[in-house]
């Protein structure tokens, strides 16, 4: 069974944060983070409009500067920066997983389009409830599943003028879906066992070496692809520093501060708040035009959300 781990960005103590912090349960203060973290990552379509980059090259460059602004905010804190063997491991897989997860989800968005291929990433949530009953104790209660149903209805009426505009040919766009799944189950459970250890790195070091072990992987792919580093101008680097800094270094700190505090099953369910918002975004700056149904499928998703943070969550 694991030790949970500080759910404060910094790791600093409980000196300067508000009464209420201090008054929530573990499981309230995790899937705070958790949902703010979603939240921030949620913008990530918008910036990618933005970006002429190659998916592996702009998976690459939103790691790499991740990571270049994370490290030097971690020297400036005067964190410890030198990862023991159980965090060097840890943050390797992390990495790598993230990496599998970038590459192929940006793969099924252009052969399966980008609503199939949300869902289908999406079916980490089932991977992470299995697995936390299974392996981490978490108690197989009616609330949790049946919220995460209602949040994949919810995820799939939110999505059906997309799944109306499915191209013919699709099988390969699935498979990379499910296989983008399953390394984001596997990058949240490594993410999260990497603030669990015994003696882990702070929060913005480790996330600083996730970012740079996914970027070498990613500019490997990129290599191996033929693909090219090269950016268009100043204005597609400011985007993608954006990108970045919003995504990767804002929001998925946040994620990784607040996962060690939930169950695998629960933290995954509040991660289906990224798609949410980032199709509310789109439908407010992007001008996306959404039936009713869409609609019905944005207040069934919100309210199992809702389920999930109001419900008690035992941590394992």
């Known amino acids: 069974m694991l030790k949970g781990a500080s759910g404060s960005p910094g790791g600093a103590g409980k000196a300067g944060r ?3 912090w201090h008054a929530l349960p573990p499981s309230g203060r995790g899937g705070f983070l958790v949902f703010a973290g979603a939240l921030s990552i949620s ?32 020297l400036v804190r005067r964190e410890r920066l030198c990862p023991g063997p159980g965090s060097l491991l840890a943050t390797l897989l992390a990495g790598a997983a993230f990496s599998g997860d970038l590459f192929f ?9 980008p609503g199939l291929a949300t869902i289908l990433a999406n079916f980490q949530v089932f991977i992470l409830a299995a697995l936390g009953v299974i392996f981490f104790g978490e108690k197989a209660s009616f609330r949790l599943f049946g919220s995460i149903l209602l949040a994949f209805v919810g ?4 999505l059906e003028t997309d799944l109306r505009l499915l191209p013919p040919e699709l099988s390969k766009g699935v498979l990379y879906g499910l296989i983008t799944s399953l390394f984001l189950s596997c990058y949240i459970l490594s993410l999260r066992h990497s603030r669990n250890l015994a003696s882990p790195l702070g929060l913005i070091p480790n ?7 996914s970027a070498l992987f990613l500019g490997g792919a990129l290599l ?3 693909g090219s580093f090269s950016l268009s101008g100043p204005g597609e680097a400011g985007a993608l520093l954006l990108y970045a800094l919003g995504c990767q270094a804002a929001g998925w700190l946040l994620v990784s501060a607040g996962l060690p505090l939930l169950t695998p099953g629960r933290g995954g369910l509040l991660l289906m708040a990224e798609p ?4 509310l975004w789109e439908a407010l700056f992007l001008g996306r035009r959404t039936s009713l149904v869409g609609y019905g499928g944005v207040i069934i998703t919100i309210f199992a959300i809702c389920l999930c943070l109001n419900g008690k969550a035992r941590k394992d």
């Open 18 to 20: 508000p009464a209420f």
């Open 43 to 74: 913008f990530g379509p918008l910036l990618i409009k933005l970006i002429d980059a190659g998916a592996t090259s702009a998976a690459f460059y939103r790691m790499l500067f991740g990571g270049v602004i994370l490290f030097p905010l971690a």
């Open 105 to 113: 989800w940006h793969r099924s968005i252009f052969l399966a389009g």
């Open 155 to 158: 995820l799939v009426l939110l």
């Open 207 to 213: 996330m600083a070496w996730v970012c740079f072990f």
């Open 224 to 226: 191996l692809e033929g």
């Open 276 to 279: 949410l918002f980032a199709f």
